[in-house]
């Protein structure tokens, strides 16, 4: 199916299973332990082996040696299978460092080595008496550096340079010019990258936890030198991936290659104290805004520029995409620079861009409505547009400024004191504020299978995966809804190479491009099931478990009585995407108490608005926007990846160190959807909501911050010692 005009009225505007409140079908599996995860998987295969991977303990060089005798003798041992037993493997499109293989050392923790034993405990036991001989050389490990030596330099492609920047600032008669740091932040998910890795001949299968199954499948048969039909993938269960997840990690290929190797299954998972440095990371930024204003509050200058590392061939973090579209100005200088880091690898981590990029966007034009002496939330409204920046493009809808007012009415936006550190309970001082939110709606091509089956379940399959996202749910509301049967009599099938290719989870395109492709598959098993009864398929209703045309109607049991009915589509894009600019918008508001004595600081309550299309299922968007509150707390306070800039690596890598918020930190969040649908974005009129969730709310908690003490802090997470 092209979806390349606004989506008509359809059988999913009916919404009386999509946008129904619906608890998570998987729920109970995952609540009794049941869903198997890839490291609880075992009697898939006989006779499995233990796999415990070492990480460098250099940041760059050279692997001269591993000494493996004492590791080869230790009790348990099956085979030791080092880096220099393999070479340097093909790297997927979107990766950049070496997972496994060749003598190069490109990051701390690179894995170097793998031993396979009969437990877990003798593997972990035999790693620690691996015996290695490195080459080290030196690196560059500081952003700061790397961010003067390459200032001025031209930005990456992507930039945004629209009428002439540096003459509107300096004519500015209102100017801001303030920098920004955001630092290097860890996914953290609660699943360990894990996997299970079996041969069959030369046919390879792994149970693993992965986002995009079939970039994973290229990824790792790229990786082997293997066909795509010789690798399956097998992901049903994710604890969580927030992009960590994205690509095929150390765990995967290791894991695979061991297997080869010692001809037996093995299972390995990244031991959390590896994972910061081994996978990778959302990479710090420095940012730089300069804002030129009119007296009454028109942007007439807008300038954000971003700086930020990766190793040699790794991109930068796009933290100035949402500045292309987010206010208007007639002069703009958006762009990204980037410089060579020898730290571990930088790649998506939620909202990839946005998430760093409106924490000092959002922060600064605080910072901005101040100096002009305006209210944030009516200075933010006063640069709104409804077009894109510079170019005609509308927005397929922009509901921001609503966004903005209803949350000032719901949060009480009235009580707060427009200047900061006026307001005091107790011994704590209370702040309130807002940020808008903004992340692209991205669109992918997905596709599903569906069949009737005999009885009249509807049955899913697709490769999609369900990261804890609720995709199990929304897919079986989809169906439901399409097939007209109660949601208990649909199958979702997820998160296996053997079904079609999807969106797959990442970008908050997932949700709605996932369903989207059901919806086609569905469409197409009606023409299919409508054509076995001699029905037109265009104007037959399949509701109440009957289809009905004309004066006829039939139960889909008895459609099925002749045999089970099967279809499979796919969705794709096209077109509408160069016509309109499709994004998401919303507003987060922040309450905190900072206590005058300590600092510390205490969020009180949160609420965001979001403008996401259709939500399909308002439990489960719900729950995603509040993690991703929740994850913009830590944002805000807590995380940060500590770099050693001496020896190249992460120090604070596991959760012992790397903090994170827990349920105690975050007392009140509520969530406002917008209700609405948006026909640009496809046939299911909805777009993404998990990531615009983040984009945001760190600049809330830290505006909330000033306006309860009178102090700013650019360099976050904005620990109490900041504020002392
Ligand atoms: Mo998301 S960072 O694209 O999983």
Redesign the pocket.
Known sequence: MLFDTPAKENPIDRAREVGQPRPRIDGPLKVSGTARYAYEQRDVVENMAYGYPLGAAIAKGRVRAIDTAAAEAAPGVIGVLTTLDVPRHALGPMNTAMLFGGDRVEHYHQAIAVVVAESFEEARAATALLDVDYAPEPGCFDLERVAREIVGQPFCEDDALVGDFDDAFLAAPVQLDVTYRTPDQSHSMMEPHATLAAWEGDELTVWTSN?MIAWGVRDLAAALDLPRDKVRLVSPFIGG???GK?FVRSDVVAASLAARKVGRPVKLALPRPLIANNTTHRPATVQRLRFGATEDGKFTAFGHESTSGNLPDGGPETATQQSQFLYAAPNRLVGERLGVLDLPEGN?????GEASGMMALEAAVDEMAEKLGLDPIEFRILNDTQVVPGKDTPFSQRHLADCLRLGADRFGWGERASLPARRREGRSWIGIGVAAAYRNNLLMKSGARARLQEGGGVEIETDMTDIGTGSYTIIAQTAAEMMGVPLARVTVRLGDSRYPVSAG???QFGGNSSTSGVYAACVALRTRIAERLGADPETAVFEEGEVRWGNSAVSLVEAASGGEIVAEDSITFKGLGEKYRQSTFGAHFVEVAVDAATAEIRVRRMLAVCSAGRILNPVTARSQVIGAMTMGVGSALMEELAVDKTRGFFANHDLAGYEVPVHADIPRQDVIFLDETDPISSPMKAKGVG?LGLCGVAAAVANAVYNATGIRVRDFPITLDKLL
């Open positions: 986002q991936g927030f992009g994205l998506a981590m939620r909202a990839p989870s990442g970008g990531e």
